[in-house]
């Protein structure tokens, strides 16, 4: 099983940027998808989730509006689109894999900062 994101960078203030998950070695459709966030000393903190089908999102609260979760079966993908990006939005992010396993990806490192 192998989950590894990419398209994390530094971006100004109020840019974007679109992250990707790549998924290998489980049934991918069959699996929830999510990405969380953390900086260094605090807890890692949910971001957004999508189902199996891609059918249902939800999004915490700091990011609704501004990010949008998406999903390829045909390529074992989740996204993240990132827009009016905040230096709060600074962290690292990772995807996480919801079924009959739970799995995480190594993660990719976002610094919104002008």
């Known amino acids: 099983v192998q989950l590894v994101e990419s398209g994390g960078g530094l971006v100004q203030p109020g840019g974007s940027l679109r992250l990707s998950c790549a998924a290998s070695?489980?049934?991918?459709?069959?699996?929830?998808m999510s990405w969380y966030r953390q900086v260094p000393g605090k807890e890692r903190e949910f971001v957004a989730f999508?189902?199996?089908?891609?059918?249902?999102?939800n999004y915490a609260d700091s990011v609704k509006g501004r990010f949008t979760i998406s999903r390829d079966n045909t390529k074992n993908s989740v996204y993240l689109q990132m827009n009016s990006l905040k230096s709060d939005d600074t962290a690292a992010y990772y995807c996480?894999?919801?079924?009959?396993?739970?799995?995480w990806g190594q993660g990719t490192q976002v610094t919104v900062s002008s």
């Open positions: 999508i189902t199996g089908t891609g059918a249902t999102k």
């Open positions: 070695g489980f049934t991918f459709s069959s699996y929830g």
């Open positions: 996480k894999a919801w079924g009959p396993g739970t799995y």
